[in-house]
Each structure stands twice: as structure tokens, then as C-alpha cells.
């Protein structure tokens, strides 16, 4: 599996949650919504997918069905995420307070 054309779009922090990602599957599937948050330890990021609530219920939009996959879409997004946050950490002479890691 290719996941390529990560987008990432930072929002204001609220609750862990960091920015929206996007990403296109095997050239083939385009995947929207994933929300970034950073990790409660502040080591790093994880992702959520889309859900919807109806009633009590919350279903799912899409989701990886194998752990591969997940890891997959995971690393890809976090990459960017990492690649993105460093960089302007740097343009604005910020220091970076949390380790990123790339699980």
C-alpha cells in the first residue's frame, strides 16, 4: 500500500487535536478528515478517523481494517506532520517543546 499526497492543515490546539490531514491511497482512494492530535505523553502525534454520531451510536466513515494499513497511513501522516511543525518552529524561531516520534 502507497500513501502519498499527505496534506496537512494545522488548526488552533484544542484538546490534543493539532490539524486535519488528507492523503491519497495507491493513487487511487483520496482519504479526508483524519484528525492529528497530539499524544498525551507530548511525544509525539497520533491519528483518529471520521465518525459520525447518530442517536447514541458513533459510526465509522472509513477506517484501516488491518493493522498494517493503519501503521501504513499512520507513519505517512505523522512524517508530514513532523516535517511541517519543525519547519516553522524553525522560520519562527521557535524551540520545539515535545519529541516527535514516528510510530
Given at each position: ?44 502525534y ?8 447518530v ?46 516520534t514516528?510510530?
Amino acid at each position: 500500500m502507497t500513501v502519498s499526497e499527505v496534506s496537512i492543515t494545522p488548526v488552533k490546539p484544542t484538546d490534543g487535536l493539532v490539524a486535519f490531514a488528507s492523503c491519497l491511497i495507491d493513487g487511487q482512494l483520496f482519504i479526508g478528515s483524519l484528525g492529528v492530535h497530539q499524544r498525551l505523553d507530548g511525544t509525539g502525534y497520533r491519528i483518529t478517523y471520521p465518525t459520525k454520531k447518530v442517536g447514541s451510536r458513533q459510526l465509522n466513515y472509513f477506517y484501516p481494517v488491518t493493522k498494517e494499513a493503519g501503521r501504513v497511513i499512520e507513519q505517512a501522516v505523522i512524517a508530514k506532520c513532523v516535517e511541517l511543525f519543525e519547519r516553522s518552529d524553525e522560520r519562527y524561531g521557535r524551540h520545539s517543546k515535545t519529541t516527535h516520534t514516528r510510530t
